[in-house]
């Protein structure tokens, strides 16, 4: 499915903005609202990590017959501990409760 087919737009403007691929590329964060929810689009996560970085820590799961691909837990938590910013920090606790509870 596409961000065309979920008819992506930017978030924060009032106006029905659509992310070109020139935007896609650029390798930013694009924080989209879609027709199924908000979406974040993240070029890179942690200190400047990119998707060939990170892609053996990465799983896919099935949402509604779309196969996504997510950074899988553990790899997440070792980010934000690393970043150590404040909204990381309480963040980690939640997600660190979680992969207690699944192991």
Known sequence: MSLEALQARYREHTQEIRPTRDDILAGG?????????????LGFIGRGKRYDEVA???????????????????????DKRALGREKDQVMLRLLETVLRRQT
């Open 29 to 41: 964060h694009l924080l989209l609202m879609t027709n199924c929810g908000p979406l974040d689009v």
């Open 56 to 78: 053996k820590d990465v799983s896919t799961i099935d949402v509604g017959g779309l196969q996504i691909r997510v950074l899988n837990l553990r790899a997440l938590i070792e």
